[in-house]
């Protein structure tokens, strides 16, 4: 087993990812124990301490300011992902390996769009989409799968670059057409870049609040808005926030628990010997 | 070996994404330096030209010195730091040890929750109080005995932004770390094995075999975090309010534009932001281009 | 093709769209028509507001009430967004306005906030009628109607009023140090250096938005209401030996403030009061509400008091809603005017809010014990208006203060202070 060669003599390195852990927890421990506690008792002196009862309050008071949101958040999140993704695959495929002259001069050019900054150009964002009337949802989901590509276009190209060119010519000679080389032999092992780049578009359109605050109604808004507004504008009840920020948090985090199967080794491997 | 066919379907490929990011990306970034060269104060457009104005005053403006020095130590501590400790996880979890699905999905969610949030409980456990109010990360040091750990964080003068960077490190290192294990994992064991043979030891397998391997991961990732440190935005706000200590050019922008209604300035910064980026990183990929195509 | 083509292709097509954009941002000034008709079945309200959470949310529910009652036939669109004082919120209505999408009304602070903001952006309409017509201007205190007016024209409807000028404190802290509530600076800077002297921290300090309000309140009770008001019309020199003498107070009352002020919201400064971590901090009365929510009792845990130097002077902060200029439905936002400066309506937001009336013809029995002093006050003393929470400078004005007091914060740098507040009076205010 290849696995089992790599694994041997390892055990002291759970050493280290335990106390890496234990700095990754710090903060989420605080979180979740604000989130059992009252109002009364949320105070900097006794942030470490347990709450005094166990009370699920807050999270089912915040529950209830979020679920009418949920559908939004999925109806929007998961075309986007997906589109955004297919999208950075397909464009990395043509840049790493089909330039055509000028590739390489598109590439910065996509790429440098992932730098702007959203709040300077909401105003023309929101007049655009209006002149196209293209508002709600499909159009935050547009907005989503427009400003997904710089990033999911990076990871691609830079994955299928380092593959090595002889991959592609060797299925050439076989007769594969040029998408019939992307389809058979390159997507199946890009599995781990897909992950990643889901992962990346997944989190950042689901926690997004910037552009669907501005891009849509107060029937569509998703579960950020919703999230935002559980706040107040002077007294803040960081108790029934925290509780919030973690069932918001939870899609994102089965998410990740499904992702991460994918993170598979050696599928490179079997495709150089096929 | 390209079939002209084969071009020209490669172009209609990524024409779409073209035309969207010339419109959605290019088009706004011209009407965004339209703005930054007239005189739009208040909340009806104003065109009116202004020439560079905007700029010259920015760069006699001292908070937008502190901007600019902020958003550098930042930058350089949530970069590395993003790197290093997400290259060591990555590399510790590419080991085939038992419970990586537990370790690799905790280090991820961070990500998965509203900055607005974890600012606010970095911020608690940032408290810089002491004597009988001392809480949060120092209480922890002086419990355990490391009193020589306990500090200001981010209310320190200067450097306290590279507090902000800790609490954002923590935030997006599983990101890198994802990265680096989705890279790790595609490299064929073969190369590794045949390393092995050859007699080189683990660390140089590493060093010479999948570093190198890795520079195009190592390129998303400088990028990717690079842009991540410029608009960082909601993390500061919840950690630190407004106060000048701690602002960045994305926090200025914000606040000049909507909360004070200076459209041009707010303008201008963003367009200084993406000037900065194209100094930085274009003749970076250029290079990269470059030598990709002397493999 | 050549290397050459692709270039210049690319150089064509990026210079096409940043000249497009650049004609299309200039193209679109024109308000676009927005007078939709409503959505079939009839008319619809969209009012927009950042009370989303706690009681002002509850309060805004309950005021939602009122009006389904008195208009059934009229559907009210909620659309509250929240953020730190609104400032998402005005992000948000910002983009909405220039992209010719105005809600029916919205909220806005009253005073300079919204007259420097909207009114000067011709984007709401005045008022008198509505306040004739409803007999507003009786029940409102006479010298609020200028502060939310310009040229006469009144825009705005206050629902209910703040009280900026607080000062909170642990009357057992000033009962075991044997100090008595200040009523003056000089007795406030006595007391704290006793404080001090005790090991007690004297007051208590959050972010920098705390700081203005601080400030704000140390520029009254050192010039007096007239000369404070004076700042904002252009008849008091900010560069004067008095205006120095009160940014020296403000830097000295900042050295009673406990160290890790900048680490701090408001709502964990306040807390150190009612903790009994610091003896004085001074915040807006909805700090009473928290108070209340903590589980605190009034006059036990927590007292109250102008600030040393205000006593008299009332100094406000309102919440405040408006008609826009092209407003879908005008008839429908009118309607929500009325209940919004209705005696009922502001009855049934203000207990649950924690703030008073703007009208003075509220039940007072509807209210709890500090709310109900400051009714008494309201009706009775002078009210001058809040700088941090909109009232007297327009938002560039407010903002370069911030900037300017930022800097302050972390340089020290007195002189400098006091120059960058004389040019920020001249760049936006009404200083020459």
Same mark, same amino acid.
């Given at each position: 087993?290849?696995?089992?060669?790599?694994?041997?003599?390892?055990?002291?390195?759970?050493?280290?990812?335990?106390?890496?852990?234990?700095?990754?927890?710090?903060?989420?421990?605080?979180?979740?124990? @604000?989130?059992?506690?009252?109002?009364?008792?949320?105070?900097?002196?006794?942030?470490?301490?347990?709450?005094?009862?166990?009370?699920?309050?807050?999270?089912?008071?915040?529950?209830?300011?979020?679920?009418?949101?949920?559908?939004?958040?999925?109806?929007?999140?998961?075309?986007?992902?997906?589109? !955004?993704?297919?999208?950075?695959?397909?464009?990395? /495929?043509?840049?790493?390996?089909?330039?055509?002259?000028?590739?390489?001069?598109?590439?910065?050019?996509?790429?440098?769009?992932?730098?702007?900054?959203?709040?300077?150009?909401?105003?023309?964002?929101?007049?655009?989409?209006?002149? =196209?009337?293209?508002?709600?949802?499909?159009?935050?989901?547009?907005?989503?799968?427009?400003?997904?590509?710089?990033?999911?276009?990076?990871?691609?190209?830079?994955?299928? $670059?380092?593959?090595?060119?002889?991959?592609?010519?060797?299925?050439?000679?076989?007769?594969?057409?040029?998408?019939?080389?992307?389809?058979?032999?390159?997507?199946?092992?890009?599995?781990?870049?897909? =992950?990643?780049?889901?992962?990346?578009?997944? &989190?950042?359109?689901?926690?997004?609040?910037?552009?669907?605050?501005?891009? @849509?109604?107060?029937?569509?808004?998703?579960?950020?808005?919703?999230?935002?507004?559980?706040?107040?504008?002077?007294?803040?009840?960081?108790?029934?926030?925290?509780?919030?920020?973690?069932?918001?948090?939870?899609?994102?985090?089965?998410?990740?628990?499904?992702?991460?199967?994918?993170?598979?080794?050696?599928?490179?491997?079997?495709?150089?010997?096929? | 070996?390209?079939?002209?066919?084969?071009?020209?379907?490669?172009?209609?490929?990524?024409?779409?994404?073209?035309?969207? =990011?010339?419109?959605?990306?290019?088009?706004?970034?011209?009407?965004?330096?339209?703005?930054?060269?007239?005189?739009?104060? %208040?909340?009806?457009?104003?065109?009116?030209?202004?020439?560079?104005?905007? /700029?010259?005053?920015?760069?006699?403006?001292?908070?937008?010195?502190?901007?600019?020095?902020?958003?550098?130590?930042?930058?350089?501590?949530?970069?590395?730091?993003?790197?290093?400790?997400?290259?060591?996880?990555?590399?510790?979890?590419?080991?085939?040890?038992?419970?990586?699905?537990?370790?690799?999905?905790?280090?991820?969610?961070?990500?998965?929750?509203?900055?607005?949030?974890?600012?606010?409980?970095?911020?608690?456990?940032?408290?810089?109080?002491?004597?009988?109010?001392?809480?949060?990360?120092?209480?922890?040091?002086?419990?355990?005995?490391?009193?020589?750990?306990?500090?200001?964080?981010?209310?320190?003068?200067?450097?306290? #932004?590279?507090?902000?960077?800790?609490?954002?490190?923590?935030?997006?290192?599983? /990101?890198?770390?994802?990265?680096?294990?989705?890279?790790?994992?595609?490299?064929?064991?073969?190369?590794?094995?045949?390393?092995?043979?050859? %007699?080189?030891?683990?660390?140089? #397998?590493?060093?010479?075999?999948?570093?190198?391997?890795?520079?195009?991961?190592?390129?998303?990732?400088?990028?990717?975090?690079?842009?991540?440190?410029?608009?960082?935005?909601?993390?500061?706000?919840?950690?630190? %309010?407004?106060?000048?200590?701690?602002?960045?050019?994305?926090?200025?922008?914000?606040?000049?534009?909507?909360?004070?209604?200076?459209?041009?300035? *707010?303008?201008?910064?963003? &367009?200084?932001?993406?000037? !900065?980026?194209?100094?930085? #990183?274009?003749?970076?990929?250029?290079?990269?281009?470059?030598?990709?195509?002397?493999? | 093709?050549?290397?050459?083509?692709?270039?210049?292709?690319?150089?064509?097509?990026?210079?096409? $769209?940043?000249?497009?954009?650049?004609?299309?941002?200039?193209?679109?000034?024109?308000?676009?028509?927005?007078?939709?008709?409503?959505?079939?079945?009839?008319?619809?309200?969209?009012?927009?507001?950042?009370?989303?959470?706690?009681?002002?949310? $509850?309060?805004?529910?309950?005021?939602?009430?009122?009006? +389904?009652?008195?208009?059934?036939?009229?559907?009210?669109?909620?659309?509250?967004?929240?953020?730190?004082?609104?400032?998402?919120?005005?992000?948000?209505?910002?983009?909405?306005?220039?992209? %010719?999408?105005?809600?029916?009304?919205?909220?806005?602070?009253?005073?300079?906030?919204?007259?420097?903001?909207?009114?000067?952006?011709?984007?709401?309409?005045?008022?008198?009628?509505?306040?004739?017509?409803?007999?507003?201007?009786?029940?409102?205190?006479?010298?609020?109607?200028?502060?939310?007016?310009?040229?006469?024209?009144?825009?705005?409807?206050?629902?209910?009023?703040?009280?900026?000028?607080?000062?909170?404190?642990?009357?057992? #802290?000033?009962?075991?140090?044997?100090?008595?509530?200040? &009523?003056?600076?000089?007795?406030?800077?006595?007391?704290?250096?006793?404080?001090? $002297?005790?090991?007690? @921290?004297?007051?208590?300090?959050?972010?920098?938005?705390?700081?203005?309000?601080?400030?704000?309140?140390?520029?009254?009770?050192?010039?007096?209401?007239?000369?404070?008001?004076?700042?904002?019309?252009?008849?008091?020199?900010?560069?004067?030996?008095?205006?120095?003498?009160?940014?020296?107070?403000?830097?000295?009352?900042?050295?009673?403030? +406990?160290?890790?002020?900048?680490?701090?919201?408001?709502?964990?400064?306040?807390?150190?009061?009612?903790?009994?971590?610091?003896?004085?901090?001074?915040?807006?009365?909805?700090?009473?509400?928290?108070?209340?929510?903590?589980?605190?009792?009034?006059?036990?845990?927590?007292?109250?008091?102008?600030?040393?130097?205000?006593? *008299?002077?009332?100094?406000?902060?309102?919440?405040?809603?408006?008609?826009?200029?092209?407003?879908?439905?005008?008839?429908?936002?009118?309607?929500?005017?009325?209940?919004?400066?209705?005696?009922?309506?502001?009855?049934?937001?203000?207990?649950?809010?924690?703030?008073?009336?703007?009208?003075?013809?509220?039940?007072?029995?509807?209210?709890?014990?500090?709310?109900?002093?400051?009714?008494?006050?309201?009706?009775?003393?002078?009210?001058?208006?809040?700088?941090?929470?909109?009232?007297?400078?327009?938002?560039?004005?407010?903002?370069?203060?911030?900037?300017?007091?930022?800097?302050?914060?972390?340089?020290?740098?007195?002189?400098?202070?006091? @120059?960058?507040?004389?040019?920020?009076?001249?760049?936006?205010?009404?200083?020459?």
């Amino acid at each position: 087993m290849k696995t089992k060669s790599l694994r041997t003599g390892k055990n002291w390195l759970y050493g280290p990812l335990i106390f890496m852990s234990i700095f990754y927890l710090l903060p989420m421990y605080v979180m979740l124990v @604000t989130g059992f506690k009252p109002f009364e008792e949320v105070d900097l002196k006794t942030m470490w301490a347990l709450p005094r009862h166990i009370a699920f309050d807050n999270y089912v008071e915040a529950f209830r300011h979020l679920a009418p949101s949920l559908r939004n958040s999925f109806v929007m999140v998961i075309p986007a992902t997906i589109i !955004s993704s297919f999208l950075g695959s397909i464009n990395g /495929y043509v840049l790493a390996k089909w330039k055509f002259k000028g590739a390489d001069v598109i590439f910065p050019l996509i790429l440098f769009g992932m730098f702007i900054p959203y709040q300077s150009i909401l105003i023309p964002l929101v007049q655009f989409m209006k002149s =196209v009337n293209l508002t709600g949802i499909p159009g935050l989901i547009l907005t989503h799968v427009i400003y997904g590509i710089p990033i999911t276009t990076l990871t691609f190209r830079n994955y299928y $670059a380092s593959l090595p060119q002889e991959l592609i010519e060797a299925a050439r000679i076989d007769g594969a057409s040029m998408l019939g080389v992307y389809r058979w032999i390159l997507l199946p092992i890009s599995i781990p870049s897909f =992950v990643v780049v889901l992962i990346w578009q997944f &989190t950042s359109a689901w926690n997004d609040f910037l552009f669907a605050v501005v891009l @849509t109604g107060n029937t569509q808004w998703p579960i950020t808005v919703a999230l935002n507004n559980m706040a107040g504008s002077q007294i803040i009840a960081w108790n029934v926030q925290m509780a919030g920020s973690l069932l918001a948090a939870l899609p994102t985090l089965l998410v990740y628990l499904f992702l991460g199967q994918y993170f598979l080794r050696g599928l490179l491997a079997g495709s150089l010997k096929g | 070996m390209f079939k002209n066919k084969d071009r020209y379907l490669s172009f209609l490929l990524v024409l779409p994404s073209i035309l969207a =990011v010339m419109i959605f990306i290019y088009g706004f970034i011209g009407w965004s330096i339209r703005v930054s060269l007239s005189k739009w104060k %208040g909340l009806t457009p104003n065109f009116e030209w202004a020439g560079l104005k905007n /700029y010259i005053d920015l760069f006699s403006d001292p908070r937008f010195m502190v901007d600019i020095r902020n958003t550098v130590i930042f930058t350089v501590v949530f970069v590395v730091g993003c790197i290093v400790v997400g290259f060591l996880l990555a590399v510790m979890l590419d080991q085939g040890l038992k419970g990586e699905a537990f370790f690799r999905t905790l280090f991820l969610f961070p990500m998965a929750i509203s900055f607005i949030v974890t600012g606010v409980v970095w911020r608690w456990l940032m408290n810089p109080a002491t004597g009988s109010r001392m809480s949060g990360l120092n209480l922890l040091f002086s419990y355990l005995n490391l009193d020589f750990l306990i500090n200001n964080w981010h209310t320190t003068p200067t450097w306290g #932004i590279a507090a902000v960077a800790l609490a954002a490190i923590w935030q997006m290192s599983g /990101y890198t770390m994802a990265l680096y294990l989705a890279g790790l994992r595609s490299i064929p064991l073969e190369l590794r094995e045949a390393a092995q043979i050859d %007699g080189a030891s683990e660390l140089q #397998i590493y060093r010479y075999v999948i570093l190198p391997i890795l520079t195009p991961v190592t390129l998303s990732v400088l990028i990717i975090l690079g842009h991540i440190s410029l608009k960082v935005f909601d993390l500061i706000i919840a950690m630190a %309010g407004k106060q000048l200590a701690l602002d960045v050019p994305a926090i200025y922008m914000w606040q000049t534009t909507f909360d004070g209604l200076f459209y041009a300035r *707010g303008a201008a910064i963003a &367009t200084l932001l993406l000037i !900065s980026v194209a100094v930085l #990183i274009v003749p970076y990929m250029w290079f990269t281009l470059r030598s990709e195509k002397q493999l | 093709m050549s290397k050459k083509f692709w270039y210049s292709l690319m150089a064509v097509l990026i210079l096409t $769209a940043v000249v497009l954009s650049a004609c299309g941002g200039a193209a679109t000034q024109a308000p676009a028509e927005a007078t939709q008709p409503p959505a079939q079945g009839g008319k619809e309200v969209e009012v927009f507001s950042w009370w989303t959470g706690g009681g002002e949310a $509850a309060g805004l529910e309950a005021m939602i009430k009122v009006f +389904n009652t008195k208009y059934p036939d009229i559907k009210f669109i909620n659309a509250a967004v929240a953020g730190g004082a609104g400032t998402n919120a005005r992000a948000v209505l910002a983009t909405r306005l220039q992209s %010719g999408d105005p809600p029916d009304s919205w909220q806005g602070h009253a005073g300079q906030e919204l007259i420097g903001t909207y009114v000067a952006g011709g984007q709401i309409q005045p008022l008198n009628d509505l306040y004739e017509s409803e007999g507003w201007l009786k029940v409102m205190p006479e010298t609020l109607i200028p502060l939310i007016s310009q040229d006469g024209k009144i825009y705005s409807v206050p629902v209910n009023i703040h009280r900026a000028n607080v000062l909170w404190y642990n009357p057992k #802290i000033l009962e075991e140090n044997k100090i008595a509530v200040p &009523t003056t600076v000089d007795e406030w800077f006595a007391a704290m250096d006793k404080l001090k $002297a005790a090991g007690v @921290t004297p007051l208590a300090l959050g972010e920098q938005w705390t700081k203005m309000h601080l400030l704000e309140t140390v520029l009254l009770g050192t010039l007096g209401a007239e000369k404070y008001n004076g700042l904002w019309n252009g008849t008091t020199d900010w560069g004067s030996a008095e205006v120095k003498t009160a940014l020296e107070n403000f830097q000295k009352a900042m050295t009673y403030a +406990n160290t890790d002020s900048a680490s701090l919201s408001w709502q964990d400064a306040a807390q150190l009061v009612v903790n009994g971590d610091a003896a004085f901090n001074v915040m807006g009365d909805w700090a009473e509400g928290y108070f209340r929510e903590l589980g605190k009792k009034p006059r036990v845990d927590y007292g109250w008091a102008p600030v040393p130097g205000t006593v *008299g002077v009332f100094q406000f902060l309102s919440d405040s809603f408006v008609l826009a200029v092209g407003a879908p439905d005008p008839e429908a936002a009118v309607a929500w005017l009325k209940v919004a400066g209705s005696k009922e309506g502001q009855e049934a937001f203000n207990p649950v809010k924690g703030s008073i009336c703007a009208r003075t013809d509220c039940d007072k029995s509807l209210f709890g014990e500090y709310l109900q002093s400051a009714m008494d006050d309201w009706a009775s003393n002078v009210v001058v208006g809040s700088l941090t929470h909109g009232v007297v400078a327009n938002d560039s004005w407010k903002s370069e203060i911030d900037t300017a007091l930022g800097l302050f914060v972390s340089n020290g740098d007195l002189a400098a202070f006091q @120059t960058a507040l004389v040019n920020a009076c001249k760049a936006s205010g009404p200083c020459k």
